[in-house]
């Protein structure tokens, strides 16, 4: 309980209302879901693995795929990717693997073998590679670059193109 609140409830009414609002789209319509833990100028708001919600948003929620944050320790493993819908196999999984926070480049090998990580719980065909959210969320933008913000899209390009060959 939290706040006199069941979290369970709270969750499934949560999911109830994202698929409502999702009832009746057009068939050719691609939903997918941003789990954002804020972006303010290269700070976060929370932290925390998806574990907690996995059982309801990636085994039950309606769309076509996940935008997920997954730059840092903070969001915890791979291992909830194994709720992603598990009667539906074509729902895909983008791994934001990427940082908008910092201009600092991920070394490439390191986030390759993540990806392989990932894997273990959906295959690599439904996995793709982005940036972990956007590289302005606000007005004030995040602390990089536009050259700095080019580079890390390059290194999406290069690891995506050898990684899915």
């Known amino acids: 309980k939290n706040l006199g609140q069941d979290l369970d409830e709270v ?3 949560l999911l109830e209302v ?14 997918t879901s941003h ?3 804020g972006n303010y100028h290269s700070t976060f708001f929370t932290s925390g693995p998806y574990d907690s919600v ?4 990636f085994a039950k929620e309606n769309v076509d795929a996940y935008y997920l944050e997954f730059d840092d320790d903070r969001s915890g493993g791979f291992e909830p990717l194994r709720e992603v819908s598990p009667n539906k196999k074509d729902k895909k999984v983008v791994l934001g693997l990427i940082t ?4 600092e480049l991920e070394d490439k090998e390191t986030v ?11 295959p690599l065909e439904r996995l793709y590679l982005s940036p972990q959210c956007g590289f302005a969320s606000c007005e004030i933008g995040n602390k990089l ?13 290069e690891i995506a193109k050898e990684v899915w060959k």
């Open 54 to 57: 996995a059982d309801y948003v």
């Open 100 to 103: 908008t926070k910092s201009p």
């Open 35 to 37: 789990i954002c833990r």
């Open 145 to 157: 670059t536009e050259e700095e913000q080019w580079a890390k899209l390059k290194l999406v390009k």
């Open 112 to 122: 390759i073998k993540r990806i392989h990580e990932a894997e273990k719980y959906i």
């Open 18 to 31: 994202n698929n409502l609002a999702l009832e009746g789209k057009p068939a050719d319509m691609v939903i």
């Open 11 to 13: 969750k499934g009414q």
